[in-house]
């Protein structure tokens, strides 16, 4: 009986809502528009009348989800098939294996299937969709007795998989690239001097719960001022994110990597080095930010030697998509090529667009 009043239920909802999604309020009211998303007790709708809104469950009698929805529960089942409220609070999923009934505080959000999709709900999510991150760019130019310019260019990303209320992420993968390129010639010479440095770098976290993970990383660096043609580095090692509040970001890495370098009039260099992290990110008002990794390479195939880089970058939110920031960067060789120095600071700043 149960379920035939359920069944009823569904089919006189369907039909009555086949021209569109339709919100009954208690006080006797309606409203037509388009849903978005169902999350923290709250209705997102929008409507051609009134604009977006965000409407409490609690004023809402019944709704119905319309085309093919996600629902994910808190302990991180996701269930596929149409979401009705019910006027006791109560939802009903009309699944292919039936119907369920579920109840508020079980329920982490409701998405369309394409919105779940593109959050990273699906099993094997496209490479390019879910990245957030950073694309920064500066420009500096000098003209007169000496000539230069100098451009500096980056991309910080981040994607995580899932990326939705209730699920665990499990996918974690952080993607950066910098570059600063340099001339500088004087009028009596003529003779033009480029100062060079590339980076780029991928790592991919699977997190065995909410603060640990193991990780796989590659590196490539080319840096002119230290005469280093090319670095490979490939690793991999454990993490922890030991602190984690909306303000402050604290994470600790460590593990082994394997590294190729080729300098300039210096034989290849084949190493096996230690690795030891640290991730910092820290909200220091409503528009500063700062952002700092430090990484130390212990050697280990040439015991007493080592290699390390740092970055810290302060930024200042202009709006949502805009910011200004400022960043100081340091390469350090142990024990550098003849004629280059063990120290390669470069500092920039310029404006980010976020996406």
């Known amino acids: 009986m149960r379920y035939f009043l359920c069944s009823a239920f569904i089919l006189f909802m369907a039909g009555g809502w086949a021209r569109g999604d339709v919100v009954v309020f208690k006080n006797g009211d309606h409203l037509t528009g388009k849903w978005s998303r ?112 100098t451009l500096s260019a980056g991309v910080n990303a981040l994607r995580t998989q899932p990326n939705l209320p209730g699920m665990q992420t499990r996918w974690r993968t952080h993607y950066n690239l910098n570059m600063l390129l340099a001339t500088t010639s004087t009028t009596s010479s003529g003779v033009a001097i480029s100062s060079n440095t590339f980076t780029s770098g991928i790592r991919q976290d699977y997190m065995f719960n909410a603060y640990d993970f193991a990780y796989v990383q590659t590196q490539f660096d080319h840096i002119q001022p230290q005469a280093l043609n090319l670095r490979q580095t490939y690793g991999g090692g454990f993490g922890k994110d030991v602190h984690r509040t909306s303000k402050v970001e604290v994470s600790l890495l460590g593990g082994v990597t394997y590294v190729n370098e080729d300098f300039q009039g210096v034989p290849r260099r084949q190493n096996m080095e230690g690795f030891a992290g640290e991730r910092l990110r820290v909200q220091l008002s409503k528009r500063v930010h700062l952002i700092n990794s430090l990484d130390l390479y212990p050697n280990i195939t040439s015991a007493g030697q080592f290699r390390g880089d740092t970055s810290t970058t302060l930024s200042f939110s202009l709006n949502s998509r805009l910011s200004l920031n400022t960043s100081v960067v340091d390469f350090y060789l142990g024990e550098p090529p003849t004629g280059s120095r063990a120290n390669n600071l470069t500092a920039t700043t310029g404006i980010s667009v976020n996406f």
């Open 38 to 149: 169902v999350e923290g007790g709250n209705l997102f709708f929008n409507s051609e009348a009134v604009g977006s809104l965000t409407i409490p469950l609690s004023r809402i009698e019944t709704f119905s989800t319309s085309g093919p929805t996600v629902t994910v529960l808190k302990g991180g089942t996701a269930e596929r098939g149409t979401a009705y409220l019910l006027p006791t609070g109560n939802w009903l999923l009309a699944l292919q294996r039936g119907v369920r009934m579920v109840k508020p505080g079980s329920v982490a959000v409701i998405l369309p299937e394409q919105s779940f999709v593109k959050m990273g709900g699906e099993q094997r999510p496209k490479v390019y969709r879910n990245w957030q991150g950073k694309l920064n760019l500066g420009y500096s130019l000098q003209r007169g007795n000496t000539q230069s310019g």
